[in-house]
């Protein structure tokens, strides 16, 4: 059977995310401030369950499940700023929800998702995004992995010393090419505990030197995180 696919966008000031979309997919396509397509399209969430299969080597990068792949779009409602998604799993067990919300003021989106429990049985969940970001500084000359052009930004905390700016390379962060293949090449930030901000601020810049734009994603966290 035959679908069409549609490309659409959402905004928020100057913050732009595009997506592709069938009668079953929705698929995130990119980030810009221009209606952007990068070369890879990913889903607007990630999850994993207890028992599920979480192998290849997207496992040491964000505890790699391939369910939301397999999940089904049940509807998309949007008005061009704000976007509501609803997701099924194959076997109906579960559905997932995907609200953005366009704040303008800061030329982005509040971003949560929300897991329901459709089979009236206990399912362990071992990971859940609050959101995801596609595509970002995928435009310009330059390839993403050129010393010229990106940098990560994140501040540490401590007592009486909060907000101690860093600033990294992709490279210095251990994030480089290496070949064709899914790496395992990674950065993160990681908090345990209810002092969300004891070790790291859950904020995030990555710098596209070339461009001139700046990324950013900041997380509002109740207890552990990892960005």
């Known amino acids: ?22 009668e079953e997919l929705l698929y995130q396509t990119g ?13 607007l969430f990630h999850l994993a369950l207890a028992g599920d ?15 939301p792949f397999r999940m089904r779009l049940v509807s998309c409602e949007t008005d061009g700023h704000d976007l509501t998604a609803v997701f099924s799993a194959p076997d109906g067990r579960l559905g997932v929800t995907v609200h953005y919300q366009a704040v303008e003021a800061a030329n982005g989106f509040r971003v949560t998702t929300e897991v329901k429990n459709n089979s009236g049985e206990t399912i362990p969940l071992t990971y859940l995004s609050a959101g995801t970001a596609n595509g970002i500084a995928a435009d310009g000359s ?15 905390q401590t007592w009486q010393g909060e907000a101690q700016h860093r600033a990294l390379s992709l490279e210095e962060a251990g994030i480089y090419y290496t070949c064709v293949h899914p790496g395992t090449a ?42």
Request: charged letters at 20%.
């Open 1 to 22: 059977m035959n679908q069409t696919e549609t490309r659409f966008s959402i905004t928020s000031g100057s913050c732009i995310i595009s997506f592709k979309k069938d």
């Open 31 to 43: 980030i810009n401030t221009m209606p952007f397509s990068a070369p890879v399209a990913a889903p």
């Open 53 to 67: 299969y979480q192998g290849d080597n997207w496992a040491l990068v964000h505890c790699y499940s391939n369910l």
């Open 142 to 156: 330059l390839p993403w992995n050129d010393r010229e052009k990106l940098s990560l930004h994140y501040f540490k």
């Open 186 to 227: 990674s950065f993160s930030l990681t908090s345990r505990g209810s002092w969300t901000t004891g070790k790291y601020l859950p904020l995030l810049y990555a710098e596209d030197r070339e461009t001139g734009k700046i990324w950013y994603a900041q997380y509002e966290p109740l207890g552990s995180w990892q960005m």
